[in-house]
């Protein structure tokens, strides 16, 4: 379901923004901190989780000064949270560029957003199965690590000197 020009947009928007914020309730709160996770590794540009902790005024507030320079990175499944569109809404209104990572084109981000990433959330127990957006975020990650090959020596440094950590 992911359309290439729209992908490489998004790696492009991630790699240029100054600093990114990430908003999702729910259960696409978990894929928002596997993505977070990620981004950190990777990138340069300040990486913020905007939702991980409180309610959506503690976001708006961390949001207060983001700016045509960043990107929001929404992600909302089925039922779609109105915390995460007001948000969003709110990013827009400070002309941030906003990536919606969300299942079909009738989610309600994607009037709203820049460029949006399509992760069906087809499951006949879960209406709002993350499967497919972590495999989304895990793609831009991957593609992301991919473009730095800087960065994957920096990591695989920090992770050498690390290793007394790990029980293998």
Request: hydrophobic share 50%.
């Amino acid at each position: 379901t992911l359309d290439e020009p729209t992908v490489d947009r998004a790696i492009a928007a991630l790699l240029k923004a100054r600093r990114i914020f990430i908003i999702g309730y729910g259960a696409s709160h978990h894929v928002g901190a596997f993505l977070e996770d990620g981004l950190l590794l990777y990138l340069e540009a300040d990486v913020i989780f905007a939702t991980a902790r409180g309610g959506p005024e503690r976001a708006s507030n961390q949001m207060l000064s983001a700016g045509p320079d960043d990107l929001v990175v929404a992600i909302s499944l089925p039922r779609y949270s109105r915390s995460t569109l007001e948000l969003a809404k709110f990013a827009k209104q400070r002309n941030a560029m906003l990536l919606a990572i969300t299942d079909k084109p009738s989610s309600p981000l994607v009037a709203i957003a820049d460029m949006t990433l399509f992760a069906p959330a087809r499951n006949n127990f879960l209406p709002n199965s993350p499967t497919a957006a972590f495999a989304v975020a895990d793609a831009l990650i991957t593609t992301l690590a991919r473009e730095r090959p800087d960065a994957i020596e920096a990591l695989k440094a920090l992770s050498e000197s690390q290793l007394w950590l790990f029980h293998y």
